[in-house]
Nanobody, 119 residues
Framework: QVQLVESGGGLVQAGGSLRLSCAASGRTFSTYTMAWFRQVPGKEREFVAAHTWSGDSTYYTDSVKGRFIISRDNAKNTVYLQMNDLKPEDTAVYYC????????????WGRGTQVTVSS
């Protein structure tokens, strides 16, 4: 089965940048859509960005468009989330997931990495 491990989270001041990484192992990495979600305690998990395995298509939630960039390196089995101009409202636990964007199904999840943006 696919295993995902996030890294790169931490504490950053508003306006700063951070790059999250998600290393995958197990099933063939390039066949899955890779996505990032985030969650604040007490709220539902929110979709952030996705990168499909075919066609190099990317998708973003409106609140991060122009600030975040998702990319992937299939040779390294790694997906990245470059976060720029961070805002306090970006504070959350960020999770990477593998699955199907078209079907809206993500059976594989990492454990999450904390991102805290100070005001």
């Amino acid at each position: 089965q696919v295993q995902l491990v996030e890294s790169g989270g931490g504490l950053v001041q508003a306006g700063g940048s951070l790059r999250l990484s998600c290393a995958a192992s197990g099933r063939t990495f390039s066949t899955y859509t890779m996505a990032w979600f985030r969650q604040v305690p007490g709220k539902e998990r929110e979709f952030v960005a996705a990168h499909t395995w075919s066609g190099d298509s990317t998708y973003y939630t409106d609140s991060v468009k122009g600030r975040f960039i998702i990319s992937r390196d299939n040779a390294k089995n790694t997906v990245y989330l470059q976060m720029n101009d961070l805002k306090p409202e970006d504070t959350a636990v960020y999770y990477c997931a593998a699955g199907s964007y078209r079907r809206g199904q993500y059976p594989y999840w990492g454990r999450g990495t904390q991102v805290t943006v100070s005001s």
